[in-house]
């Protein structure tokens, strides 16, 4: 590449341009010296400058609609529309207004960097550079105005009132619609212009038979398939067409894809099928699945719980199995996976207070709990079971005062009088192990602060008898 042109005037780092879509002999530039300036490539000189922005102006925009107005968007979070006409300034400043004196505002060595964008410039640090060896001849020739772009004559203030922008919507991207479904069809729009003029030659052949039938397939000479033709032809050829990307789909793996054409389709039913088959069964299928009949549907639901299994989302997995009626079950599944607070939860709301798994499922937390030395937790599971005898020798475990005193209250509520005595008494052992340790305690800080005391006085002097 040659440069053949270099537009100069700024005095910092140029952020970004765009050439006018009404215009392609003119091109505007943002810059760090709080400018935007719209260039004439023909004659290399400036147009207007634009000089309403208190920050670094980061983008420009042309507008698509208006043969003069352009957008700005700087630092200051805001974006600003002006005309060309409104500005009396036709280049940037010589010197830099928003830069500390003798330094540009974009600092550093120069450094140029390809604009992917704009293929034909490269913007470096404080010029813009037109580089393709005949850009006259490739620009092509400016559209006619459309007929509701005559710029307003209402008068326009030189400083517009500023537009907040989100940051969110300037990083969203423009024009993404995912992929797509028929890639075989999008592949055969890509294809070389002889595939192309045969494609609309049978197209044409189709839409307009001479007998007045359409063509249901394509002529016996030709190399096409449905792929070619069947987005833009028959119904006939649209289901075929739907057929062979839902086999494409699936033999690339692409489960979802293919039975989101099955609904397309109306075969509901299939689309069931392939994704229970394939162990690709989803929340939105279930919601369409109960259309195929109560047996389809359970037979959906049990597969989309074994795949929450198999990525180990008990809960969910639990709740549909709920929906089936399988109320014991997911109890157990629960309880084998150590969600206990959650079966307990479910059976206490599913079934009746005097059913055995309750107290089972209690019983097992609470020698888990214990196991784990959880005491605390293992004697509320073994009281709420029912074994009070049991949560009061995990009690007794702890020989403190406190503990013992609340374990005798428990003795008592709970009637467990054959251990009321026992407990009692090493009650008060705990008190008289606590007393002794109070006076061994105060014994010892006592002789402390003394040998402190004698360590602050010093040595006793000495008495030495002398004549």
Request: aromatic share 6%; proline share 5%.
């Amino acid at each position: 590449l040659k440069c053949t042109l270099t537009l100069r005037g700024h005095t910092a780092r140029i952020t970004d341009i765009d050439f006018n879509p009404h215009n392609f002999t003119q091109l505007v530039s943002s810059c760090y010296d709080g400018t935007a300036q719209v260039w004439d490539l023909e004659d290399c000189v400036g147009v207007s400058s634009y000089r309403g922005h208190a920050g670094r102006v980061f983008s420009v925009r042309w507008s698509h609609t208006s043969l003069d107005r352009v957008f700005s968007g700087s630092d200051e979070f805001v974006v600003r529309q002006w005309r060309l006409g409104d500005n009396k300034e036709r280049v940037p400043p010589k010197t830099n207004p928003l830069a500390p004196a003798g330094k540009f505002g974009g600092g550093g060595r120069n450094k140029k960097k390809k604009n992917n964008n704009k293929k034909n410039v490269v913007i470096s640090e404080n010029k813009v550079e037109v580089v393709s060896d005949s850009w006259r001849a490739t620009l092509p020739p400016p559209p006619p105005p459309p007929a509701d772009s005559v710029p307003d004559q209402d008068p326009v203030p030189s400083k517009p009132d500023p537009i907040t922008v989100s940051v969110t919507d300037t990083k969203r991207k423009r024009g993404s619609k995912g992929k797509s479904l028929l890639p075989l069809a999008s592949r055969r729009d890509h294809s070389s212009r002889a595939d192309q003029a045969e494609q609309i030659i049978q197209i044409s052949r189709d839409v307009f038979p001479r007998d007045g039938t359409p063509s249901r397939d394509v002529t016996v000479d030709s190399t096409l398939t449905v792929a070619d033709v069947g987005l833009y032809t028959s119904r006939d050829k649209m289901f075929e067409l739907v057929a062979l990307e839902r086999a494409n789909h699936t033999s690339e793996n692409h489960h979802h894809q293919a039975t989101l054409l099955g609904i397309w389709s109306s075969d509901i039913t299939g689309a069931v099928d392939q994704a229970i088959q394939t162990r690709t069964v989803s929340e939105s299928l279930l919601s369409v699945a109960v259309m195929c009949g109560v047996d389809k549907y359970r037979e959906a639901v049990r597969c989309y719980i074994n795949q929450l299994r198999g990525s180990r989302d008990f809960l969910a997995a639990a709740s549909y199995m709920l929906l089936l009626g399988e109320t014991r079950q997911a109890i157990n599944m629960l309880v084998q996976e150590g969600c206990f607070r959650e079966a307990v939860t479910i059976a206490k709301m599913r079934l009746s207070p005097s059913d055995e798994l309750i107290r089972s499922i209690y019983e097992q937390w609470a020698r888990k709990q214990e196991a784990e030395m959880q005491f605390d937790s293992a004697i509320k599971c073994y009281l709420a079971c029912g074994d009070a005898n049991r949560a009061i020798m995990v009690m007794l475990r702890r020989k403190d005062v406190a503990s013992l005193e609340t374990t005798l209250q428990v003795a008592e509520i709970t009637g467990e009088e054959g251990m009321v005595g026992a407990i009692r008494e090493a009650l008060e052992e705990a008190r008289e192990r606590e007393k002794v340790e109070e006076v061994r305690e105060g014994v010892e800080k006592l002789d402390c602060e003394e040998k402190k005391g004698k360590e602050q006085n010093g040595p006793s002097p000495v008495v030495q008898n002398g004549s």
